[in-house]
Nanobody
Framework: QVQLVESGGGLVQAGGSLRLSCAASGSGFSINFMAWYRQAPGKQRELVAICTSGGGTNYADSVKGRFTISRDNAKNTVYLQMNSLKPEDTAVYYC?????????????WGQGTQVTVSS
């Protein structure tokens, strides 16, 4: 059983920075890709950034140039460096991992971490 443990959320002023971390615990699996999603009050969950096992990345247009996703494959950990934060970035941020046990893929979610950006 895989668990995704997130950390790094908090309260920051507009223009500030935060770094989120998500570590996948367990054994016997390989990670296909990891991603960050976010959900603001009254809105649908949206993809923020994704990082493939080969290191490829993609970002939502709203965060391009401000957020950077990276992975430490040895630690099964994904990071989201968030710079130049805006009040509209306020949301609960969720880590997502697509994990393979042999030939079967499973989707896992973290518990979510709150990011609040004050104006």
């Amino acid at each position: 059983q895989v668990q995704l443990v997130e950390s790094g959320g908090g309260l920051v002023q507009a223009g500030g920075s935060l770094r989120l971390s998500c570590a996948a615990s367990g054994s016997g699996f390989s990670i296909n890709f990891m991603a960050w999603y976010r959900q603001a009050p009254g809105k649908q969950r949206e993809l923020v950034a994704i990082c493939t096992s080969g290191g490829g990345t993609n970002y939502a247009d709203s965060v391009k140039g401000r957020f950077t996703i990276s992975r430490d494959n040895a630690k099964n950990t994904v990071y989201l460096q968030m710079n130049s934060l805006k009040p509209e970035d306020t949301a609960v941020y969720y880590c997502h991992a697509n994990i393979a046990y042999g030939s079967v893929n499973y989707a896992y979610w973290g518990q979510g971490t709150q990011v609040t950006v004050s104006s």
